[in-house]
Every structure is written in C-alpha cells, then in structure tokens.
C-alpha cells in the first residue's frame, strides 16, 4: 500500500497479489479495488470489487453502493452483451496508462487468477468470511497482520507500539487443542503453567504463580479477570475454541490503555463476527480418562446478523492429589476424578444501521464444576455453578459505548481435608456492571493524527463467606491517546490513564496513573524498530483487602492460622523499558520478532511471615480453634528488575506448510537483597523457553500438525509447615525439574472440507510436573470430528 500511496500503482498491484498467491484474502482485492478507484479507473476498480463482493463481505451493501456509481461513470458499450468470465477479462485502458502497462496489469490479473485457482476454495472463502463487523474493519492493511489490542483500533502489527503476538483462528483449530492456555505456549515469553485439566496459570516474562494475577484476559473487548480472588478461570469463558477468529497478546504492560491488571500483558480472544464463518458447524471429540465433548454454532442474517452457540466438554483429573486408599482424608466433591464438566451457551447479535452506526448484543453463561490451585496454605479448590455475562455495544460514527454485566456464582471448598478437620466450605457471589465510551478521530495537524479518550466506570460486588457480608467498589477511569506521524516513516504513540480505586491512598480513595510513550519507525517497507516506555499495575483484589479466615494446619489438630486482608495495600507497580524489531517478508511468508526488555518491579502483594499472637488472643472462639499465628497480606519491600529477550520466527515455507519457532531468556533479580537470602521471583522464573511447531496442509486432503514447548528447571518457594515441627509455617524451596509438552494433530478432511476427521495428542512428552503441587500431567488422545454441512 506504500508504494500505491507514493505513485508506483503497478509495482504496488503487483505486491498485492504476491500477497494473495501467499495468503488468500478478500481484502487484498478490496484494496487494489480502491487504489484502482483512487486513480481515477473506474473500470479496473470495478472488476477487483466485483470479486471482493464474491466472498460476501460483512460491507457487501456499501461495497455494492460503489460499485454502482462506477457503472455509472462508465461509457456505454452495448457490444458487450454477456458477462465475461474473470479469466477472460482484459483490463481496459485508459488515457493516461500506455501499452506496456497495460500488458503488465494484465499479466498480473492472469497471476491472480492462477493464484484462485490453485487455493484451496473452502479455506480461501473461509477466510473471506472472517472479517470483522462494520465499524472495525482493517481495509487500509491489507496483508500486513493486524491488530487492534495494542490502540484499540486497526493497524498493522508493523505499526504496534508494543510487542505483540497473533495466533490465527486456523492455527487454532489446525493445533487440535481443547485449550486455551495450552494454545498460549507458542507465545514468546509467555509462562503457561498446568495444575490440572482445568486449572492453569498464564504470566507474561516471569512472576507467575498460584492464582495467576498480573495478565488481563479479555473476549471481544471484556475482562475475564475474576475480581474476587483475581484469576482468570479459563473453563468459565462461554465461548469455544470454533468460534475464535484470533487471539492477540500484548507482551509487556497494557495498562496505560485497559487499566489495572493489565501489568504483564493482555491476551485479547476475538471472537468471528457474527454472520461469518459457517453457516452451521458440529464438532465432538472423544478420548482417554473419560475426556470428552462436542459443540455446536450457527451463524447468519443478513441486516441483523448472529452467531449463536452450545457446547459441553469433560474430563477427569491427571492425577489425584491423594491416595483414594488414605484413610485420614476425606474427598468433599462426589467425583474425586472429576477435573472439568462444563455445559456453555453463548448468543451474539449485530445490526448495522449503516456504514457509521451498528449494535451488537451478547449474552452466555457456564455451568460448569472446575477446579483452583489457591495460594498460602491451600491447595486444591473445586468450584461448582455458574458463570455469564451480558454485553452491548453501540458504535455511531467516531463513538463507541459498551456497558456489561460479568456474574459468577460458585460452591467452592478444598477438595481433599483431613477427616475431622473444620471445613473451609464457602460460596460465593460476584457481580461487576461496567460502562465505557470512547471516541476515536483522525485528522491532520503538522501531520497525521489518531486521536482516542475514553472514561469508564465499574462497580464490584462481592458476597464471600472468606471476607465476610456484602462488599463494593465503585472504581472509574479516564484515558488518552494519540499516535502522531509527523513524517511517514515515523511514529509517536503518546498514552495516559488514571483510575480510580476506593482503597489506595491507604485504605482511602486514590489514583494510579498509567503513562506510555512509544516510538515506532519504518526502515522501509515491512520493516520497523520499537522503543518505548511504560508504567503499569495491579490492583490489590477482595480477597488482598477484605480476607479474613483462619486456616487449618495441617497434621496439627484444634491449631489455626488467622490469614487477614490489608485495606492499606499499595498497587503493584511496573516500569518498563523495551526495544523490538518486526520485519515481514510477504514474498517469502517470512515474519521475523525480536523484543528486548528491562522491567522494574515493585510493591509485589505478598503474605506476610506468620508472626505470633498474644496469649490472650489465642484461642478463637469463632473456630473454637488456637492460632498458631496471624499472616497479613503486605507489600513487599524488595524491588525486582526483570531483564530478558524473544524472538520469534513464522515461515509460510511451501504452499500449505507452516512453520514457526521462538525462544525466550530471562532473569529476575532482587536488588539489594540480604547474602543467602531466599528470592521467590527470581528463582521461579524459568531462564530459557524454547516453542517450535508446525502446520502442512497436503493437497490430499491430510493435515498435520505438531507442537513443541521446553521450559528450564526451576526453584518454587511455598509456604509449608515445617517437616520437623508442623506448628512452625515457613517458606521453603520446592526444585522443579525443566520438561517438554509435545502436541500433535493429524487429520484428513473430505467431501469438500464439509467432514473432517482428526486423532489428537496432548501432552505426549514424558510426564511431568509444571508446580511442584500440581497434577502430574500426563498424555491425552482423543479423536475429533467436525461437519459443516
């Protein structure tokens, strides 16, 4: 599109459709359509629309607008009595345009044509099927990758002023997984780390941890984020993977766009635009461990369009946290194998008005039994009930306005507790309303302006047997952004927010603020440097501020640990410094990433050592128990820098064969730390991360796929009752050796790619540990099958 933009019409065309012959996209044909229509050719404009409008667009009725002005403008020509095949068609010339031109114009229609004829014609329209609705599309990139996490609008994945990652909705669906955060391990840099089934925990360069806290999860634009305990329960999305167009993440701080929680990065799951994709899709899988599922969605309309969904899914656990055959435990769910069962339904509804106004509407909920890895002294929770939201969003010119509502409902309680024990069985029941309006404008002053500010407001109620009765919060938002071209090949991305807590000037109202600024400059064509500085933060969560239970020691009867929340916590702090490189190499399917990052981290929420009580407190008479100690949620007073590099490689090497490899280093430290003392960050944090993997599909109608993860080893400090006196609680050093996950997908497809058949197989590296008190995972295979009639 540059050398469009800069008079070189041809040799742009010409690049179009190497893009084309690369990756099958309508688009590519809607931008030659309006380059062509820019230049004052109406008639090479309106043969690159017309095959635009094959694909059946989400635009189709203002792309059809244009096509009939441009009829208009054309001179009459009764000879033409027919229509003529695309193949056949001889561009007209016009005035300006000499011979030579023309015949080059030609041959790259011919290339095109070839190019249509040797894809694959499901997957190519497919693909046409996937554009976003009115009102975010991607026009002005057309083979570039694109993005809209990283400003909250359309651009190239070029122009990103943070580094960011793209995992395709084929990707997805070529890899076979039932997982989201299992598809998330070919991220570079990220840190996905399996419990169980159901229970995983997802960080972005270091700090993870039990309950996973510091990566904002979001699907079509809403958090996921559970503010009660500030995790994301990944089998609680309402959503299946069919249905996912891409996920982009943010890897590095988001904050001075989403706020809190968005401290590591932000995964970004965007779902098909409703009235795309098939109009009817039937999934199921089947396989070992009584795992289990299916799904089914619909999709159509024409002014009102929709996408509507169901799906179940189950299976048990990988492992028992403890021998079915102790006699001292007791389980206190009624399948202790049980890892996952889930039944979703989700309904989306689009209507466009016009080209400038739309509505969308959606809804879903799960019911669904899963499990948590809680953090302290507790381990295993299930969580049996019921999760949904309701969504709107009202899009009118340069104003979009979005309100949601997110509940959770759930019984939850440890599943294993020694027999006599006191139960720490609780329920629990959230909800958070949510409005937000931004407006968006680009215009020119001393060069070109994206422009963006935005407020927003959330109330949180949370009714939590651990935290006592009914608890609020009433937080708002204000952000501004401009991405600021001066001149072409140079961009400045300036952002800022401040949100609004209820607790954070010591237990009072107070402010965060969240400022960004990035630079962004092209070498040349597909080829750009990034440098930027960031702040970002996590709030403390209603289980940091209001927790108030006394838990159980283990091996010592009648003895108690009073853990309490802390209204006084300060937001977890980051300071980000960060350098990348993207280079695309559309004639060779070649994109190359690499990032480099200097993280400063503070005020890490942490629990306290236990510290002795008063004899006179000793004894609790609301737990008819005896408190060996007191711990309070604190902020840590050491301070972390994280230093570290990714890179990333994706290679279209042949037709139909992907391949894509990345690697990530890291180290934590924590300075001015005491000789021989013991630093959890630092030392849970694996050095070095290796994803390779690949994706072939044959012209035989065979797929195959296959996915590597290595992870070095690490040192997990957890606290635990001391082996020699169960009554002291301290910090110890859990080792956890390095491991490898391998999946892999083999599938064929037939009658047209209507029925595809596929043997999948998860985790078939050597068992393995991802915490040290976690399930020891172990090998899944299952088969699938997926009709679109």
């Known amino acids: 599109m540059a050398l469009i933009a800069d008079g070189k019409l041809d040799d742009g065309v010409g690049e179009l459709l190497e893009a084309y012959n690369i990756r099958p996209h309508p688009n590519v044909h809607f931008n030659i359509a309006r380059a062509y229509e820019q230049a004052g050719r109406p008639a090479d404009a309106l043969t690159y629309y017309r095959r635009y409008l094959d694909a059946k667009p989400p635009d189709a009725e203002a792309v059809r607008e244009t096509v009939a002005k441009l009829e208009a403008q054309l001179p009459k020509q009764p000879e033409v009595a027919t229509p003529v095949e695309p193949a056949k068609v001889v561009t007209p010339v016009s005035p300006q345009v000499d011979s030579a031109t023309v015949e080059r114009l030609n041959a790259l229609a011919e290339r095109l044509e070839r190019a249509v004829d040797k894809a694959e014609t499901r997957a190519a329209a497919e693909e046409a099927k996937k554009e976003e609705a009115v009102g975010e599309e991607d026009f002005g990139v057309p083979y570039e990758e694109t993005v809209v996490a990283a400003s909250r609008r359309a651009q190239s994945a070029l122009d990103s002023p943070n580094a960011i990652t793209v995992i395709s909705g084929d990707e997805i669906r070529q890899s076979g997984l039932t997982s989201l955060p299992e598809i998330l391990r070919r991220v570079p840099g990220a840190e996905v780390m399996a419990m169980g089934i159901s229970s995983a925990n997802v960080s972005i360069r270091g700090f993870n941890q039990r309950a996973a806290n510091k990566v904002l999860v979001l699907v079509d634009g809403r958090p996921e984020y559970q503010d009660f305990l500030g995790v994301t329960l990944w089998p609680v999305l309402p959503v299946g993977i069919e249905e996912i167009e891409r996920i982009e993440v943010i890897r590095g701080p988001g904050s001075a766009l989403y706020g809190a929680n968005a401290m590591l990065g932000v995964v970004n799951i965007i779902t098909r635009a409703p009235g795309t994709g098939p109009q009817m899709e039937m999934n199921g899988f089947l396989g070992n461990q009584n795992f289990g599922g299916g799904s089914f969605v619909v999709s159509g309309g024409s002014k009102l369009r929709y996408r509507a969904s169901a799906g179940y899914q189950q299976g048990d656990k990988y492992s028992r946290d403890y021998d079915q055959n102790r006699a001292d435990i007791v389980s206190n769910v009624d399948d202790p194998n049980l890892g996952l069962r889930s039944a979703r339904a989700n309904l989306t509804a689009f209507y466009a008005f ?29 969580l049996d009930g019921v999760g949904g939201y309701a969504k709107v969003d009202f899009t009118g010119g340069p104003v979009k306005v979005r309100f949601f509502w997110n509940h959770s409902t759930f019984d939850a309680g440890p599943q294993y507790e020694p027999i006599g024990q006191r139960s720490l069985d609780t329920g629990v029941d959230t909800n958070v309303f949510d409005g937000e309006a931004l407006f968006q404008k680009e215009f020119e002053l001393g060069g070109t302006h994206a422009f963006a500010v935005g407020v927003s407001t959330r109330l949180k109620r949370v009714k939590w047997g651990y935290i006592g009765p009914l608890t609020q919060e009433l937080h708002a938002a204000a952000f501004i952004q401009d991405e600021y ?10 952002s800022y927010r401040i949100d609004r807590h209820p607790l954070l000037d010591n237990g009072n109202p107070g402010y965060a603020q969240s400022p960004r600024i990035s630079l962004v400059y092209r070498l040349f064509e597909n080829h750009a440097l990034r440098a930027s500085f960031a702040t970002a933060f996590r709030q403390p969560t209603f289980l940091e501020s209001y927790m108030n239970i006394r838990t159980p020691v283990p091996g010592v009867n009648g003895a108690s640990v009073l853990t309490q929340g802390n209204r006084a916590l300060r937001p977890e702090r980051l300071f980000s410094f960060e350098v990348g490189y993207r280079g695309e190499v559309p004639q060779a399917g070649l994109t190359i990433d690499l990032a480099g990052y200097w993280n400063i981290v503070n005020d890490l929420i942490v629990l306290s050592a236990v510290n002795p009580v008063a004899p006179a407190e000793a004894f609790d008479p609301s737990s008819q128990s005896y408190l060996l100690g007191r711990s309070l949620f604190s902020n840590d007073p050491q301070t972390y820098t994280a230093r570290g590099g990714e890179l990333g490689l994706t290679w279209n090497a042949l037709k139909g064969l992907d391949l894509r490899a990345s690697t990530a280093i890291q180290s934590i430290v924590a300075n001015n730390a005491a000789p021989g003392a013991v630093c959890g960050p630092c030392t849970q944090a694996p050095t070095v991360k290796v994803n390779a993997g690949f994706m072939y599909r044959s012209p035989v109608n065979v797929d195959l796929s296959a996915d590597f993860s290595f992870v070095s080893s690490s040192i997990w400090v957890e606290r635990e009752p001391s082996a020699a006196d169960p009554t002291q609680i301290a910090n110890l050093q859990n080792p956890l050796a390095a491991y490898t996950v391998i999946n892999a997908r083999v599938a064929y497809r037939l009658f047209d790619d209507r029925v595809t058949v596929a043997v999948v197989g998860s985790q078939l590296g050597p068992n393995h540990q991802e915490h040290p008190f976690g399930n020891d995972v172990n090998r899944r295979v299952f088969a699938t099958l997926s009709v679109k009639p």
């Open 354 to 382: 016009n080209r400038d106004f739309s509505v969308a509407v959606s809804g879903g909920v799960n019911r669904l039994f899963t499990e948590l890895y809680a953090i302290g002294l507790l381990r295993n929770f299930y």
């Open 485 to 494: 071209h001066p001149i072409k090949p140079l961009g400045i991305v300036a």
